[in-house]
């Protein structure tokens, strides 16, 4: 069964950083691209980044090129995302999902709240 | 950037009804590479169709997917109660991994 737990979240204040993990399980990591997708309350679906399986290509949506790095580690099979420079519009829930062209499996999120 | 634009914003539907969601894209995308997800409150959303038609693992042939160009629908031929959510298409890519979501549809009850 294939599961991707987050971990990471919480409550920071604008201008700090905070790094979100994805652990997965069920499925042979290294063979497929990850990604992060995020939900502000109340909002839609807004990708944030991907990464093949070989950290060879990244994508990065235009609101956080240059804040947040994603990265991998298949021999821990885990998944990264590094938030700095956090802003109030950075509130949101962060999902990390399998990709195989579509994304196809989803954890259940981790909450970031950017708040003073 | 292709921009996904989903119409209409809520649908008002009886259970056994037919739902027709579009998704219209800024410029033409690849069949291959359009997808629609599914999204129920407190939920992570869950696959639905990929390649534009083609249904993931374990949805009801209710659901069904076409389109090309510019221009996709999602049709739930007869609506169940659990069909009532929010609905996204995606258009995604892999050099290097990217997506774009539309801002969705959602079917309620009327």
């Known amino acids: 069964e294939v599961q991707l737990v987050e971990s990471g979240g919480g409550l920071v204040q604008p201008g700090r950083s905070l790094r979100l993990s994805c652990a997965a399980s069920?499925?042979?990591?290294?063979?497929?691209?990850m990604h992060w997708v995020r939900q502000a309350p109340g909002k839609g679906l807004e990708w944030v980044s991907g990464?093949?399986?070989?950290?060879?290509?990244?994508g990065y949506a235009d609101s956080v090129k240059g804040r947040f790095t994603i990265s991998r580690d298949n021999a821990k099979n885990s998944l990264y995302l590094q938030m700095n420079s956090l802003r109030a519009e950075d509130t949101a829930l962060y999902y990390c999902a399998k990709a195989r062209g579509a994304l196809d499996y989803w954890g259940q999120g981790t909450l970031v709240t950017v708040s003073s | 950037e292709i921009v996904l634009t989903q119409s209409p914003g809520t649908l008002s539907l009886s259970p056994g009804e037919r739902a027709t969601l579009s998704c219209r894209a800024s410029?033409?995308?690849?069949?291959?590479?359009l997808a629609w997800y599914q999204q129920k409150p407190g939920q992570a959303p869950r696959l639905l169709i990929y390649?534009?038609?083609s249904r993931a693992t374990g949805i009801p042939d209710r659901f069904s997917g076409s389109g090309s160009g510019t221009d996709f629908t999602l049709t739930i031929s007869r609506l169940e109660p659990e069909d009532f959510a929010v609905y996204y298409c995606?258009?995604?890519?892999?050099?290097?991994?990217?997506?774009?979501f539309g801002g969705g549809t959602k079917v309620e009850i009327k």
């Open positions: 069920g499925f042979t990591f290294d063979d497929y691209a």
């Open positions: 990464i093949s399986w070989n950290s060879g290509s990244i």
């Open positions: 390649g534009a038609s």
């Open positions: 995606q258009q995604y890519g892999s050099s290097p991994p990217r997506a774009t």
């Open positions: 410029q033409s995308v690849s069949s291959s590479y």
